[in-house]
């Protein structure tokens, strides 16, 4: 969890989530549907995707995994049906109860078969010192049976009101301050193989032992 809280109108916090946002918007970019599903750990807008019709966006509540919105939910619990959204996006949760381990599972139940799963938080092996290690997040999810792509970091190393702006980017590739990581289903799909053509036996018949060609021309004649 993290070791020190931050002010949700912080300038700095507000810039890293910027950051970070561009890179989920493009993230997906590839999806198409009707809806998407954000637990915002802190509030901000959701990325513009056109091919999102509507997000339902749940925050966290006053009580103990008390989620809310338009409904109330526990994230180890939600109540949606399987497969409901078409992207399903958990944002900075550092400072909430969330534990990957138990929402791993219902994460992956509303996703739908083609969509995109991602998790963005800060990083704290950067000079934020805040934010839950990616690699739990990656063991959850593999544990409950999605595909899930490299780690990539992105926002300032620092908190800083410009965001990544002017930092050099192999500094913010190998350093930043925030983390994402996507995660799709497993599809196994069927490849249909030629059936390959029956082979035609055509039968020989030997030609006599010791024979040769000349003499059966003359026996013939």
Same mark, same amino acid.
């Given at each position: =969890?993290?070791?020190?809280?931050? %002010?949700?109108?912080? /300038? !700095?916090? $507000? !810039?890293?989530?910027?950051?970070? =946002?561009? @890179?989920?918007?493009?993230? /997906?970019?590839?999806?198409?549907?009707?809806?998407?599903?954000?637990?915002?750990?802190?509030?901000?807008?959701?990325?513009? #995707?056109?091919?999102?019709?509507?997000?339902?966006? /749940?925050?966290?509540?006053? %009580?103990?995994? %008390?989620?809310?919105?338009?409904?109330?939910?526990?994230?180890? !619990?939600?109540?949606?049906?399987?497969?409901?959204?078409?992207?399903?996006? @958990?944002?900075?949760?550092?400072?909430?109860?969330?534990?990957?381990?138990? #929402?791993?599972? $219902?994460?992956?139940?509303?996703?739908?078969?083609?969509?995109? /799963?991602?998790?963005? %938080?800060?990083?704290?092996?950067?000079?934020?010192? &805040?934010?839950?290690?990616?690699?739990?997040? $990656?063991?959850?999810? *593999?544990?409950?049976?999605?595909? @899930?792509?490299?780690?990539?970091?992105?926002?300032?190393?620092?908190?800083?009101? *410009?965001?990544?702006?002017?930092?050099?980017?192999?500094?913010?590739?190998?350093?930043?301050?925030?983390?994402?990581?996507? &995660?799709?289903?497993?599809?196994?799909?069927?490849?249909?193989?030629?059936?390959?053509?029956? *082979?035609?036996?055509? $039968?020989?018949?030997?030609?006599?032992?010791? !024979?040769?060609?000349?003499?059966?021309?003359?026996?013939?004649?």
């Amino acid at each position: =969890m993290s070791k020190r809280p931050f %002010d949700k109108d912080d /300038l !700095a916090i $507000e !810039a890293i989530g910027a950051d970070a =946002m561009a @890179v989920c918007a493009a993230r /997906l970019g590839r999806v198409a549907g009707t809806y998407a599903l954000v637990l915002d750990g802190m509030p901000m807008t959701v990325p513009a #995707v056109s091919g999102v019709g509507c997000w339902t966006i /749940l925050r966290p509540g006053p %009580d103990t995994g %008390d989620w809310r919105g338009s409904l109330h939910a526990a994230v180890d !619990a939600l109540p949606f049906g399987d497969e409901s959204f078409c992207a399903v996006l @958990v944002r900075f949760t550092q400072d909430t109860d969330i534990e990957p381990e138990v #929402v791993a599972g $219902e994460l992956t139940r509303v996703l739908a078969p083609h969509g995109v /799963l991602l998790i963005a %938080d800060l990083h704290p092996r950067s000079l934020w010192h &805040a934010g839950i290690p990616p690699g739990r997040w $990656e063991r959850a999810l *593999r544990a409950a049976g999605l595909k @899930v792509s490299r780690t990539v970091r992105c926002g300032a190393p620092w908190p800083r009101v *410009r965001g990544a702006e002017g930092v050099p980017h192999w500094l913010v590739r190998g350093m930043g301050g925030a983390w994402i990581i996507e &995660a799709q289903r497993r599809t196994l799909t069927a490849i249909p193989l030629r059936k390959a053509p029956a *082979r035609r036996v055509v $039968e020989r018949k030997p030609v006599l032992p010791g !024979a040769h060609r000349k003499s059966l021309v003359r026996q013939r004649a």
